[in-house]
């Protein structure tokens, strides 16, 4: 990732440093056979697309069943949206439904395998029986449209089945990655009033198994609204069974039926909540409805990954974050495409899993994060070329934006210099993706997401709202509604419109700064405010420092990020302690794994230093533009006229790690 210096919205343009000259056409083979194969033909798809937007996604829309059919395309009284309104549908029914009345019925929906080599295979007309079999446990269970269902799952296929399920019946899901702490999930529970808990007995993670059932236990003991915990037995851990709260998964499917009609669900039903990280500090509860969803998350699939019948995707992402819900489980599968599910983790048993999956399921699209693929280049090109992964025709990255050398490893080693690359920026908020290459179509360059899709209107603005020059960097802002927009902050209206549309007026504003080239490629510059990306996850730094705060030792902390070549950003602490306690290494884990207690482990500190005092503005506002400085040269560059005590400073310099 190109890292330019995290800028301030009160700036009328964002410096720029990178330059990036090298462009690749697409393979001319793969454009022959392309769903979009030229240039030219996009052009002409998004310019009818900004000409009569409402035709374009009606025309989309038409390929989906509908119990009902919509009275509008779009209502738009900003910032909120109604797409489809009137209509009736179900976006399970499009997931799984509609491919039973065809040959796919018999295709493979999901190839998984576990960390320990064990596999299976399901077709769609089996994924059909076991969600129709769930759906009736969630009744069972009481669920009703509307609910909301949280489900705290290791990478497993129940995990899809759940979810889908969910959808059948109109319940609300919430994903909760199962990396988070039991303080998190309470959190999350809470917030979305959650009736129902789904969770696994353990989750494997590179060789051992981590219980998954106890953090459960612990969270819900805060958690009113929970009535019922659902456990599906997949490593055999030790758990506690509580009568009357706790059930076995295995126990209701035996007492369920295997058909289950599906609710005809008004457009805007809700379809999950997804907590995002907020500058706050209290995660954000992403609202999604289900037409508008369906339609761009399916479309979006289709179109950025070229999709075939007999293609085999593997999308590496988790289901606890956004990438798994849209590209992981209801993009394919609305598209009837096989997706591959792995459970473990990339260097498990060694640094060439990965490769020795492509090889052996022969998968031909990979979509996997540049964390990802910076840490396999550390571990050597030896491991990928010891595999004959020629079965890949097309690679895609997300999460982040990926620095061009290691655009142009993947290119060269994985792609083997024949596969296009799609490089896609979208967001939690956004539910699908809104600039990526068309791969038949664009040219590509390394480091950038090139251009938006059609029917996405985004543009680069200075801080008054008026078009950057070329190359000059500014504020990413989409300018009109999409349908698979957020809808709200679940429960929060108020900071909805804060957060994404008070700094632009009729603009949704991204958070994000970026250039836009000659080309009209976007090039995206980082965060312009204090959520970071670490290993393709963002993370609120307000939320570590709250963590850490917490701890009977700390006075005071501010948290920041610095680049990092595996995990683009790393997070470091300034911690100012109480007079009592004195800063040594043992405490330094001490705090670093009282992170990982209250918000999970991809939250500890990469590092911690020591702080007498943090620098203040006279208002009492930490100024963490220094501190950010600090940690990633050690050097002071900035205005430091509003700096309440220089002293400060003076002793953070000479603090030795």
């Not at 500058?279 to 979006?300: E, W």
């Not at 939320?543 to 995990?567: C, G, N, Q």
Request: aromatic content about 10%; charged content about 25%.
């Amino acid at each position: 990732m190109a890292t330019e210096e995290n800028a301030s919205t009160n700036q009328q343009s964002i410096s720029s440093v990178l330059s990036e000259k090298r462009k690749f056409p697409p393979p001319e083979q793969f454009s022959q056979s392309a769903h979009i194969s030229s240039m030219e033909e996009y052009e002409k798809l998004y310019a009818a697309a900004a000409e009569d937007p409402e035709a374009y996604w009606g025309g989309i829309a038409e390929q989906f069943h509908w119990f009902k059919k919509w009275d509008s395309i779009l209502e738009w009284n900003t910032p909120y949206a109604k797409w489809f309104n009137g209509g009736k549908t179900n976006i399970c029914y499009n997931a799984v439904d509609v491919h039973m009345q065809s040959w796919r019925k018999n295709k493979a929906a999901i190839i998984w395998e576990g960390e320990e080599g064990n596999q299976q295979v399901i077709t769609y007309g089996e994924l059909y029986r076991q969600v129709s079999k769930f759906a009736n446990v969630l009744k069972i269970a009481g669920i009703q449209p509307g609910d909301r269902v949280a489900i705290y799952m290791g990478m497993v296929p129940e995990l899809v089945i759940a979810v889908l399920a969910c959808a059948r019946v109109g319940a609300v899901h919430n994903v909760i990655f199962a990396g988070f702490s039991a303080h998190a999930i309470t959190e999350r529970v809470n917030d979305s009033r959650a009736k129902l808990v789904i969770c696994c007995d353990g989750t494997r993670r590179r060789g051992s198994s981590i219980n998954l059932k106890k953090i459960v236990d612990d969270a819900i003991v805060n958690t009113p609204s929970v009535r019922s915990v659902i456990v599906l037995k997949v490593t055999g851990e030790t758990v506690s069974m509580h009568d009357g709260m706790d059930h076995w998964w295995h126990d209701l499917m035996g007492l369920a039926m295997d058909v289950c009609e599906p609710v005809h669900v008004e457009s805007e039903h809700p379809l999950f909540v997804l907590y995002t990280s907020g500058s706050t500090g209290k995660p954000k509860g992403i609202l999604h409805t289900t037409a508008g969803y369906m339609v761009h998350a399916a479309s979006s699939f289709r179109y950025v990954f070229d999709i075939k019948d007999e293609d085999i995707y593997w999308c590496t992402a988790d289901v606890g974050w956004i990438t798994g819900h849209s590209y992981m489980v209801y993009g394919p599968l609305l598209n009837g495409a096989t997706l591959l599910m792995y459970e473990g983790a990339p260097n498990y048993p060694q640094w060439d899993r990965f490769w020795d999956i492509i090889n052996r399921h022969k998968v031909t699209i990979l979509y996997t994060a540049p964390t990802a693929i910076r840490a396999f280049i550390r571990a050597g090109n030896e491991w990928v070329t010891k595999h004959d992964i020629s079965s890949l025709r097309l690679l895609g990255t997300v999460g982040e934006p990926i620095n061009p050398e290691a655009w142009m490893w993947y290119h060269k080693i994985v792609g083997q210099e024949k596969c296009p690359i799609v490089d896609t920026w979208w967001q939690t908020e956004t539910g699908g993706i809104m600039v990526s290459p068309l791969p038949g179509a664009t040219p590509t360059k390394p480091g950038t997401a090139t251009r938006p899709l059609p029917g996405i209107m985004v543009d680069v603005v200075h801080k008054d709202g008026t078009p950057c020059e070329a190359n000059e960097g500014g504020y990413l802002v989409i300018k009109k509604p999409w349908p698979s927009m957020l809808r709200t902050i679940y429960g929060d209206n108020e900071r909805y419109e804060k957060t994404y549309w008070s700094e632009f007026d009729d603009m949704y504003f991204t958070g994000d700064g970026a250039r836009k080239d000659e080309d009209g490629y976007i090039w995206i510059m980082g965060r312009v405010d204090d959520v970071v990306n670490v290993s393709g996850h963002r993370l609120g730094t307000s939320e570590v420092e709250s963590a850490l705060v917490s701890h009977e030792a700390v006075a005071e902390a501010a948290v920041v990020s610095r680049p990092d070549d595996i995990k683009g950003n790393a997070l470091v602490a300034f911690v100012t302690l109480k007079d009592e306690y004195e800063g040594d290494m043992k405490l330094r884990e001490s705090l670093r794994n009282h992170v990982a207690k209250e918000i999970g482990p991809i939250a500890k500190p990469d590092e911690i230093r020591w702080a007498k005092g943090l620098p203040k503005t006279r208002s009492g506002k930490i100024m963490r533009r220094l501190l950010r400085e600090l940690a990633t040269s050690n050097e002071i560059k900035g205005d430091i006229t509003t700096l309440e005590d220089f002293g400060v400073l003076e002793n953070l310099r000479d603090q030795e790690d």
